[in-house]
């Protein structure tokens, strides 16, 4: 995995704290800031990079321990929990939506921040393993952050719904 890391990605896997520190700072700044706005897109790219490449141990680093993830419905098999915890959690989620599904395409739309909550906006295509049967979808993803790290995760298959929780007017 270091092999594909970018620079700042080696740094945030060894430095997980000036990480943290940095992101605090950069979300201090006002949201009409373009500095504070290319700073969490470009933060969002490299995260769903590293998720999609499979590399977690970029992708935790911007979670806090006590991190809770809600998955949306229509992604969860039978067996599968409804609610995963922490960062143990992160990477049972990864493990077993890479065991039901093989990402094909995962293309960011739309960034929203809010301050406390950022909101995505991603066309997502993938594969069943088994089946092979595709499902190409959309999906909103609302994240709350907290001392630099994301605490909570929501996805929803439908955008809307992704803005009404983060209280964006439609």
Known sequence: MAKRRMPEEQLMVLWPGGWAALSRLVLRLPLSSRFRAAMVR?????????WVRGDLDVVVVRFAPDYRYDPPSEWLLPG????????????????????????????????VDTGPMLAFHCQIRLRARASGI??????????????????????????GR?????GVPR
């Open 134 to 159: 595709e499902l190409d979808t959309q999906l909103g993803q609302v994240f709350w952050i907290e001392r630099g790290v994301i605490v909570r995760e929501s996805d929803f298959g439908d955008w």
């Open 42 to 50: 470009r933060n969002a790219l490299t995260g769903w990079g590293a």
């Open 80 to 111: 599968m929990p409804t609610v995963y915890h922490g960062h143990a959690g992160l990477r049972q989620w990864a493990a077993d939506l890479h065991e039901a599904w093989e990402f094909v395409e995962h293309m960011p739309l739309e960034i």
């Open 162 to 166: 992704a803005l009404q929780v983060a």
